[in-house]
C-alpha cells in the first residue's frame, strides 16, 4: 500500500529563515503529490500539487516543492519564513503503486512554529 | 463561489448514539469525499461518494457508513458511537472523476465530534 513519511512532527524557525519541510512517499510508480496546510480550527486548504509536469512546484503563499523521483521526495520550501506560516503542514499522494488515483493518503504532519 | 459546507461544526455524543453529519460541496463538484483526522491516527480515508454511489471505501468498520443524494450533498452516519470516534471529520469535494484521477479536492472546515 501506498505510504507518505515527513520526516519531523514538529519544526521551528525563525522569521525570515528558509522553510524546509520534508516528504517522502513509497510508490515506485510516481503518483500525484500534494501539499496541503491547516490552521488551527480550519480544514485543509492545498498549497500545490505535482501531476507529472514540472518537477518544480510553485505554489500559493511563497511555497514551492521539487519532485524528485530518485529520491521519491517532495519536500516543500519557502525560502523567508513569516509568522502568518505558522500551521501543520500535511504531504499526501494519490496513485502510484498500491494507491488509488481516488483517494488521498496522507503523512502524519508537520507543525512549523514561526519564531519572531 | 461558496466553499464546502459542513454542520454542525461541533457535536457531543455519548458512547452507544448514533451521529450523522452533512457536507455539502462545491456547487458543480459532483464527487464528495470523507477523512477522520485524530491525532493518533492522523487523516485517514473513510469513503468517496460519485453519482450517489460509493466508488471507493477505506479501512473502517461497518459502523461507518454515508450516503450522496441526487444534489451531490453527502451525509455520514456512525452507529454505536465508540469513544474512539471522537475526531474531526473532514469533507472533500472535487469537479470530477475520470479514469484518471479525482482532481483537485477541496476541504471544508470540519465537523469536531466528541464522544462521551
Known amino acids: 500500500a501506498q505510504s507518505v513519511t515527513q520526516l519531523g512532527s514538529h519544526v521551528s524557525v525563525s522569521e525570515g529563515a528558509l522553510v524546509l519541510l520534508r516528504c517522502n512517499y513509497s510508490s515506485s510508480v510516481p503518483p500525484y503529490l500534494f501539499w496541503y496546510v491547516q490552521y488551527p480550527n480550519q480544514g485543509l486548504q492545498l498549497l500545490l500539487k505535482?501531476?507529472?509536469?514540472?518537477?518544480l512546484v510553485k505554489g500559493i503563499n511563497g511555497f514551492e516543492a521539487e519532485f524528485k523521483k530518485s529520491e521519491t521526495s517532495f519536500h516543500l520550501t519557502k525560502p523567508s519564513a513569516h509568522m502568518s506560516d505558522a500551521a501543520e503542514y500535511f504531504c499526501a499522494v494519490s496513485g502510484g503503486s498500491g494507491g488509488s488515483n481516488y483517494k488521498l493518503t496522507f503523512g502524519k504532519g508537520t507543525l512549523l512554529t514561526v519564531n519572531p | 463561489k461558496a466553499g464546502v459546507t459542513q454542520t454542525p461544526r461541533y457535536l457531543i455524543k455519548t458512547r452507544g448514539q448514533q451521529v450523522t453529519l452533512s457536507c455539502s460541496p462545491i456547487?458543480?463538484?459532483?464527487?464528495v469525499s470523507w477523512y477522520q483526522q485524530t491525532p493518533g491516527q492522523g487523516l485517514q480515508f473513510l469513503f468517496e461518494y460519485f453519482s450517489e454511489t460509493q466508488r471507493n471505501k477505506g479501512n473502517f468498520p461497518g459502523r461507518f457508513s454515508g450516503r450522496q443524494f441526487s444534489n451531490s450533498r453527502s451525509e455520514m452516519n456512525v452507529s454505536t458511537l465508540e469513544l474512539g470516534d471522537s475526531a474531526l471529520y473532514l469533507c472533500a469535494s472535487s469537479l470530477f472523476r475520470t479514469s484518471g484521477t479525482l482532481g483537485e479536492q477541496f476541504f471544508g472546515p470540519g465537523t469536531r465530534l466528541t464522544v462521551l
Open positions: 505535482y501531476t507529472s509536469a514540472a518537477t
Open positions: 456547487s458543480g463538484h459532483r464527487s
